[in-house]
């Protein structure tokens, strides 16, 4: 597992549970589907200006592939690229649909790119808004996080337990 995350990203604003979710359904899905090779999780600084800032974030596995005429369709709730998917690994088919409903709300969308026994890249782009250092200190404990480049402790944890889960 590679974990690439930017150490200049500033604060921003951002729905931690929400983003969560898709990390976690991403990263899973991309350890559950690959039993060779590597998983790297990216998260970039793409561009910022005074108020706002674009993170790129990708999940690429050296996998099982996704064929060309699924990648449409896995995206739908209970679907999986084949029929074996779920006797071979199990699950529901409902990781994905959440994932780009959670990219949809935050206004931006998700994109594929796969090769049949190469691999998978999931990635997307989302603009936030930057924070302030008092808005940080005033809000950290209420219903919002606000994610720092080095603070990103929590998630080596929670990837750490993914690991560990589809593993073991
Ligand atoms: N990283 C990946 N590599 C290969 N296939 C994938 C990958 N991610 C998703 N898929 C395919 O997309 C389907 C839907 O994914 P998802 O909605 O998370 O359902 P689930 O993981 O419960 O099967 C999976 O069943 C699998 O066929
Ligand atoms: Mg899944």
């Not at 931690?16 to 359904?25: D, E, G, K, S, Y």
């Not at 974030?57 to 779920?86: H, M, R």
């Not at 088919?93 to 790119?113: N, Q, R, T, Y």
């Not at 720092?148 to 929670?158: A, S």
């Amino acid at each position: 597992m590679n974990l690439e995350i930017d150490e200049d990203i500033p604060i921003v604003w951002l729905d931690i549970v929400r983003f969560n979710q898709i990390i976690n359904n991403l990263v899973s899905n991309a350890i559950k589907f690959t039993d060779k090779g590597s998983v790297t999780l990216r998260i970039k600084k793409q561009k910022q200006n005074k108020n706002n800032v674009t993170i790129h974030t990708e999940v690429i596995d050296t996998g099982l592939g996704i064929p060309l005429d699924k990648q449409e369709t896995i995206w739908e709730a209970f679907t999986q690229a084949s029929s074996t998917t779920n006797r071979l690994y199990g699950g529901t088919g409902l990781g994905l649909p959440i994932v780009k409903s959670i990219i949809e709300a935050m206004g931006s969308k998700v994109h594929i790119e796969s090769k049949m026994k190469e691999g998978s890249r999931f990635y997307f782009d989302i603009n936030l808004k930057k924070a302030t250092r008092e808005e940080l200190l005033k809000t950290t404990k209420k219903e919002y996080i606000i994610l720092k480049g080095k603070e990103y402790y929590w998630l080596k944890i929670i990837i750490l337990m993914l690991w560990l889960e589809c593993k073991y």
